[in-house]
C-alpha cells in the first residue's frame, strides 16, 4: 500500500513536459550558464554583482563582503555606503536614460499616469525634502498605507533616500491591524490617501487612519506625528488640524533639489509585517546594499530584463514583499519601463489584466497562481479576444504553480511558445532563491526547479540529512545570501528561535516541504504545516490540489488535514468546480468521482474522506487560501479569525453550502 501510494505520487510530481530553451531566445539571453559556476563562490560572486548592478558611494572593501561572525545575524559589504534611492533613480538619468518610461501607471478608474525616470527622481526629491520638514531623520520609521499609485512607489524612495525605514501597510487591513504595527515599528509620521479604487467603487483610507490612532484601549496615543494625505479618490475626509497634511499642498512648497547622502550598507531599508502560524505579525527587516544587490540580480537574471526594450508588469500590490523587491527596488534599481495597475483583474470586466498588456505592450508579466487559476475557470477566451504578442516571458510567484496551470499559462497567455518561471522565495529571504533561469534551464512544469546562482539550498530530512531523490523533506539555505533578513524588528529571539535553531545557528529552515527529483529539480510541497500524515504517511495539500486541479470539472481546489480518529488526520478537500451552479444531486456525483480520481492519481492513502464542492474559497487579500478556517470546517469547530480574509462572508457561504 505504502509502496503505491509513493509510486503514484512520484507520478504526479514527475511531470513529463519537458520545455528546453527556443534557441534564439537562449543566444539574446541575459543569464548564462556560467553564472552557475561562479555562483560555485558565493562571497565573490555577490561581491561581483554588487560592483557591477550597483552604484557605491563609498565601496565596500572584499574582505568585509561577508560578516557571518555572529549568525544568524549577517552583514554584507559592510563596509560600503550607497543611496538605494540613487541607485533606482537619479544614476539613471545621469546615465542619459532620463527620457525613458520608469513607470506607466493604470488606476482601475481607467485613469493614467506616465513617469520618465526623470520626473520621477524630481518626485522623489521633493518628497525626500518634504520627509526632511517635517523632521523625518535617518533610522525614523514611516508607515505607507496607499493604494497603489504613484504615490506609493514615490514614498517608499523618499524614505529610503533620507535613510530612513518604511513599513508599507497594505491598504486592505483594518484600523486595528494598522495600529499594532505603527505601536510595533514605533512610525512616527503615516503617508495615506482619501481612499483609492477597488472592484469599481471608492474604498476609504483616511477613516481608517483616523481610527487607528485614536488612543488605544489603556488611552495611549500612538507615536504618529503627522499624518501626510494624497488625494486620490476626492472622498470627504476628517480633518485632525496640526497633524494631518495634504501632500499636494506640501509638496507644492518644497524644493526640486535635493543631494542622496550615502548610507552604510547596513542601513534599514524597511520592515515588512508577515504573519506567522500563530499570534502576533513578525516584523521582518531588511537592509540596503545586500537587498537591493540580490533583487537586481534576480530581476534581471530571472525575468531575462532588457531594460532598453522591455515593459515588465508585476501585478503585486507594494504592501507584500513582491512589490517591494519585484515592483520597487529590482525593475528601478534596473532601469527598467514598468506598469502598475491600482485595480482589481476583474473590473470592469474580466478582460482587464489583457487589455493592460495589449494597452501598454507589456513583455514581460509576474503573477500569481492564483490569478492564473482563476482566469482558467473563467475561459481562454476571454485572453483570446486582446492582443497579447507582446508577452515574450512569464513568471510565477506565491503558492506552488500546479503543472496544469502553469501549462493553461504558458500556451493561453504566452501563446505557447514563451517560457514560464516559477520563482520560490519569501518576505525572509528578501528577493528569489529558487528558480529556472530562461534561456538556460529546460523548464519542468510545476517545478521551481534549481537554486539561482550564489544560492546554497538544501533538502534535508528531520536529522538533517540530505534526503534521496524523490524523498520529502525540509527546505533548508545553508549559506547566508546578500538579501536574507536582518531580523524581525525588536524581536531577535524571534528571530532566531522560528528560523535558526532546527538545525542550528547558521542554517535557514524555511518552512517549506520539498522534494528534489532524480535531476536535482526542486518540487514545493507547500507548507511544512501544510503537509498532512495520514496514517502514518506523509501527504502534501499541494500534491493532492493539483490532482484534483487536473480534473478537466475543476477550478480550484483546497485540501487541508482534518484531525481524524483512526488515521490521525484526513484529507478534506474544498473544489469549485467550473459549472459553478451545479445543483446538489450533481455535487454529490462531483464530489465522487473527485475522491475516486484523487485516489487513481495519487493512491487510496490520498483519497479525500470528503470532497466539498464550494462557490468560494477564503483566500487572503494576497490571495493566499487560509487552510486553517477551511480546517475548522471539515472538522467542525466554530470558525476562527477570519479578519484576514479579503472577503469575510466566504466562510459564511461555505458553512451554509455544507449544511
Ligand atoms: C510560498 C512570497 C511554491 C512558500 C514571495 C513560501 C511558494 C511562502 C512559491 C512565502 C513558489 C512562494 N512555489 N511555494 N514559487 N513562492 N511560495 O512571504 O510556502 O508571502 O514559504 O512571499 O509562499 O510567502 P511570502
Known amino acids: 500500500m505504502a509502496e503505491n501510494s509513493a509510486n503514484n505520487i512520484d507520478n504526479l ?39 557591477e548592478l550597483l552604484h557605491w558611494q563609498k565601496p565596500f572593501t572584499p574582505e568585509r563582503t561577508l560578516d557571518w561572525s555572529e549568525p544568524p545575524f549577517a ?72 493604494p497603489l499609485i504613484p504615490e506609493a512607489v514615490i514614498s517608499m524612495l523618499a524614505v529610503a533616500r533620507i535613510g530612513a525605514v518604511h513599513s508599507v501597510v497594505f491598504g486592505g487591513f483594518s484600523a ?79 524644493d526640486t533639489e535635493h543631494v542622496a547622502k550615502a548610507f552604510p550598507a547596513e542601513n534599514p531599508l524597511f520592515i515588512l509585517y ?8 513578525k516584523g521582518i527587516l531588511h537592509s540596503s546594499g545586500g537587498y537591493l544587490t540580490q533583487v537586481a540580480f534576480t530581476h534581471k537574471a530571472v525575468f531575462d530584463l532588457k531594460p532598453e526594450e522591455d515593459v515588465y508588469w508585476s501585478t503585486a500590490d507594494v504592501g507584500w514583499i513582491t512589490g517591494h523587491s519585484y515592483v520597487v527596488y529590482g525593475p528601478l534599481a534596473n532601469g527598467a519601463t514598468e506598469v502598475i495597475y491600482e485595480g482589481t483583474p476583474d ?77 520560490w522565495w519569501q518576505t525572509e529571504t528578501g528577493a528569489i532563491m529558487i528558480s529556472a533561469l530562461p534561456g538556460v534551464t529546460t523548464l519542468k512544469p510545476g517545478s521551481a526547479q534549481v537554486p539561482i546562482p550564489g544560492i546554497a539550498i538544501d533538502v534535508v530530512d528531520d536529522r538533517f540529512r540530505s534526503t534521496e531523490a524523490d524523498q520529502g523533506g525540509l527546505l533548508v539555505v545553508t549559506h547566508p545570501w546578500p538579501s536574507m533578513a536582518r531580523g524581525i524588528w525588536g524581536d531577535p529571539d524571534r528571530f532566531v528561535e522560528t528560523y535558526w535553531s532546527k538545525f542550528g545557528p547558521t542554517t535557514y529552515f524555511a518552512g517549506d516541504g520539498a522534494r528534489r527529483d532524480k535531476d536535482g529539480d526542486i518540487w514545493l510541497l507547500g507548507r511544512v504545516d501544510d503537509v498532512m500524515n495520514v496514517s502514518g504517511h506523509r501527504l502534501s ?48 456525483d462531483a464530489s465522487a468521482v473527485l475522491r475516486a480520481h484523487v485516489a487513481e492519481q495519487i493512491g487510496a492513502i490520498a483519497r479525500p474522506r470528503e470532497v466539498h464542492i464550494v ?45
Open 541 to 588: 495539500t499541494a500534491e493532492i490540489e493539483s490532482a484534483l486541479v487536473s480534473h478537466p470539472m475543476v477550478a480550484e481546489a483546497a485540501v487541508v488535514g482534518a484531525a481524524d480518529e483512526t488515521t490521525g488526520q484526513a484529507v478534506v478537500a474544498f473544489v469549485i468546480t467550473r459549472a459553478s451552479q451545479a445543483d446538489a444531486a450533481a455535487a454529490d
Open 615 to 659: 462557490t468560494e474559497l477564503p483566500k487572503t487579500r494576497s490571495g493566499k487560501i487560509m487552510r486553517r478556517l477551511l480546517r475548522d470546517v471539515a472538522e467542525g469547530r466554530e470558525i476562527g479569525d477570519t479578519t484576514t480574509l479579503a472577503d469575510t462572508m466566504v466562510m459564511s457561504v461555505i458553512s451554509n453550502t455544507l449544511k
Open 274 to 281: 508577515t504573519s506567522g502560524t500563530t499570534g502576533k505579525p
Open 347 to 423: 473590473t470592469p470586466h474580466a478582460g482587464r489584466w489583457w487589455e493592460i498588456v495589449q494597452k501598454y505592450k507589456v513583455s514581460i508579466l509576474y503573477a500569481a497562481p492564483t490569478a492564473i487559476r482563476t482566469f482558467m475557470k473563467l475561459g481562454r477566451q476571454i485572453p483570446k479576444e486582446f492582443d497579447l504578442s507582446s508577452l515574450r516571458l512569464l513568471g510565477s510567484v506565491g503558492e506552488p504553480i500546479n503543472p496544469e496551470a502553469w501549462v493553461w499559462y504558458r500556451d493561453v497567455i504566452g501563446g505557447g511558445t514563451i517560457p514560464v518561471v516559477d520563482t
Open 13 to 51: 510530481m514527475h511531470e513529463a513536459r519537458r520545455f528546453p530553451p527556443a534557441d534564439a531566445f537562449a543566444k539574446a539571453a541575459v543569464a548564462t550558464g556560467e553564472l552557475y559556476e561562479q555562483g560555485e563562490h558565493p562571497v565573490e560572486f555577490w561581491a561581483a554583482q554588487a560592483r
Open 75 to 146: 552583514k554584507w559589504f559592510d563596509d560600503g555606503e550607497l543611496n538605494v534611492a540613487y541607485n533606482c533613480l537619479d544614476r539613471h538619468v545621469l546615465a542619459g536614460n532620463g527620457d525613458r518610461v520608469a513607470l506607466h501607471w493604470e488606476g482601475e478608474p481607467g485613469d493614467s499616469r506616465s513617469f520618465t525616470y526623470a520626473e520621477l527622481t524630481t518626485e522623489v526629491k521633493k518628497a525626500a525634502n518634504l520627509l526632511t520638514a517635517l523632521g523625518v531623520k535617518q533610522g525614523d520609521r514611516v508607515a505607507i498605507y496607499l
Open 176 to 254: 486595528e491591524s494598522l495600529r499594532s504595527r505603527i505601536d510595533d515599528a514605533s512610525a512616527v509620521l503615516v503617508i495615506t490617501a482619501d481612499g483609492g479604487y477597488r472592484k469599481g467603487k471608492a474604498f476609504p483610507l483616511k477613516p481608517t487612519v483616523d481610527k487607528a490612532l485614536e488612543p488605544n484601549a489603556d488611552g495611549e496615543d500612538s507615536t504618529v506625528r503627522n499624518v501626510l494625505v494624497v488625494r486620490r479618490t476626492e472622498g470627504e475626509v476628517d480633518w485632525h488640524a496640526g497633524r494631518d497634511l495634504w501632500w499636494h499642498d506640501e509638496i507644492a512648497q518644497v
